[in-house]
């Protein structure tokens, strides 16, 4: 099976270029999509938090995943190796179009992965490396080390998101799943909807509403 993987970062981007960028390649591969995936979520986010994650569990041996860019996977070379390592792990075929990167059986394939995973070592030893003179740094100027306590780091991922929370909720995902998808709890949900959500009842279900949107109504 042939798959094309878009992506955007924003409803208000196209997918259009990418599936062109696609088509001009398969055709001049003879090749034809079997399916067409698209997505519109942050590179920054992990692709096992993606769609993306669940894509590449899926794929088999002896399928093909075929993108624009290595970009459209994520935006830091340590998540993309990891993800074409999975691929290549299950003998998945990658190729990306516009930077010409082709991940198969051939040996320019297992040279160029080899190049790619030793850069990725590198950038992980190089961020450990400031991290550790970073914390030795807060030490010596005695600033407390570890997470403040009452951080929102968490909660901070429903407000950024606080509307596809809302359509989640009126779509009728169960709490334990939405709390699942962004890895926090129930309590630090409940303070998210006591800040910034309206909830009232029609028919028997829950309607959810942004505070800032029922007010302005």
Known sequence: ????????????????????????FAASRGLR????????????????????????????RGDTLVVT????????????????????EKQVHLYSTKDRYAFDDTINSKVLCFAFGLVAEIERNLISMRTREALALRREQGIPLGRRKGSCTKLRRLIDDRREVVRLLDDGMPLTDLCARYGVSRTTFCRFRDQFLCVSLR???????????AEDS
């Open 1 to 24: 099976m042939i798959i094309a993987y878009l992506r955007v970062s924003t409803e208000r981007q196209s997918l259009a270029n990418q599936r062109n960028e696609i088509e001009r």
């Open 33 to 60: 999509i079997d399916r067409w995936v698209t997505e519109v979520a942050s590179g920054r986010t992990q692709g096992c938090e993606r769609k993306l994650g669940a894509l590449v569990e899926r794929l088999r």
């Open 69 to 88: 860019e290595l970009s459209r996977l994520s935006r830091t070379l340590t998540d993309i190796m990891a993800l074409v390592g999975r691929l290549l």
């Open 203 to 213: 028919g028997g279900h829950k309607i959810y509403r942004l505070l800032e949107e």
